[in-house]
């Protein structure tokens, strides 16, 4: 019997793509490069499955013309880049990679936070353009980050994860909004109390953005909500890209209406609003979250995994939908 063939459509690490090639007809791209839909959907076009990243949008048009299609193993947590309603409709699988994830994500959101808190970026860039001439009582003077107060805005795995540095790590009050609370017990591990937006953000000194992005979350944090924080708080996202209105932000940085923002995560990123690169007090990431090594390699193979499982007709380890088995083309 054939293997059954699948796209590869952003490079890898050498030895999940040796994985995948002993089970699959297997083609990559091998140079990284980035396709527009179009070219996407010429490679697909014949493909049973794919291992995907955020960069690949998987709609409703590119599913009509891929009639083979069965799986879409997406390495990453978040899945924003799948119409799931187009492809469970469609009979095709969507996996994703959560947990393998939450603790390296939750640290970087911890380090973001600290970054952006006590200016670590705006003062080395000080340094290193040779302007450190002596040291003064208020230089780079930034905010307090223990015993502050911490407000999560979704509060999964991962803004659970930051909650718990918070609070047992740094001492903060942990606050949060999320679509539902926590059970009890949850609540009481993370040591965080449940508020409406509106309280988290009048109350937070540091507000850190973790929710998925959907029509829902589209701009949760506007030019309104920027003004109901604390001029002195920090805002650090790294959500996805469109949670924040960056427009609006990099003028609220400008004004000075919050103290500054980490953000990993950007509107039409890898684009960043100009904006947000002429003010000083915002650091600025390349969407590197969960960019170690391990965690990395755990997520190529755990959406390795996902196709290896599914086809081996185990089911995929980490699904997103259950759409009904689409007839296989010829
Ligand atoms: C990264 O942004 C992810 O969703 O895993």
Redesign the pocket.
């Known amino acids: 019997m054939s293997k059954p063939r699948i796209l590869i459509a952003r490079a890898v690490f050498p030895e999940v793509l040796q994985r995948l090639a002993q089970h699959f007809e297997v083609q990559a791209n091998p140079q990284d490069e980035i396709w527009t839909p179009q070219q996407l959907l010429a490679h697909l076009a014949d493909k049973d499955g794919a291992l995907t990243t955020?960069s690949e949008r998987i709609d409703r048009s590119l599913l009509a013309a891929c009639p083979r299609l069965r799986i879409v193993a997406?390495?990453?947590?978040?899945?924003n880049n799948f119409d799931v309603d187009a492809m469970t409709g469609a009979g095709v699988q969507g996996t994703?990679?959560p947990d393998v994830?939450t603790e390296t994500?939750a640290d970087f959101g911890f380090a973001l936070l600290m970054a952006t808190a006590r200016r670590v970026t705006e003062s080395e860039h000080f340094l290193r353009a040779g302007r450190w001439s002596k040291w003064s009582y208020d230089m780079f003077a930034g905010a307090e980050v223990h015993g502050t107060r911490l407000g999560i805005i979704g509060m999964g795995r991962i803004g659970q994860g930051i909650a718990r540095r918070g609070a047992h790590g740094f001492g903060m009050e942990v606050v949060y909004h999320n679509r539902s609370r926590l059970a009890p017990a949850l609540e009481a591990e993370c040591k965080a109390r449940y508020v409406s937006k509106e309280e988290l953000l009048r109350t937070a000194d540091h507000v850190v953005l973790v929710l998925p992005y959907t029509a829902a979350s589209h701009h949760t944090i506007g030019a309104a909500e920027l003004a109901q924080m604390k001029p002195t708080a920090t805002l650090v996202n790294?959500a996805?890209g469109g949670i924040v209105d960056d427009a609006a932000l990099a003028q609220a940085l400008r004004e000075r209406r919050i103290a500054a923002a980490g953000l990993d995560?950007f509107e039409g990123e890898p684009q960043v609003h100009p904006g947000l690169l002429e003010v000083p007090n915002v650091v600025l990431t390349p969407?590197i979250?969960?960019a170690t090594v391990g965690t990395r390699l755990a997520?190529a193979n755990l959406a390795a995994d996902n196709l290896i499982a599914f086809f081996g007709g185990r089911g995929p380890l980490t699904p997103i939908n259950a759409p009904a088995a689409r007839p296989v083309a010829s």
């Open positions: 955020g997406n390495m990453a947590v978040g899945y994703n990679t994830l994500t790294i996805r995560v969407h979250a969960s997520m």
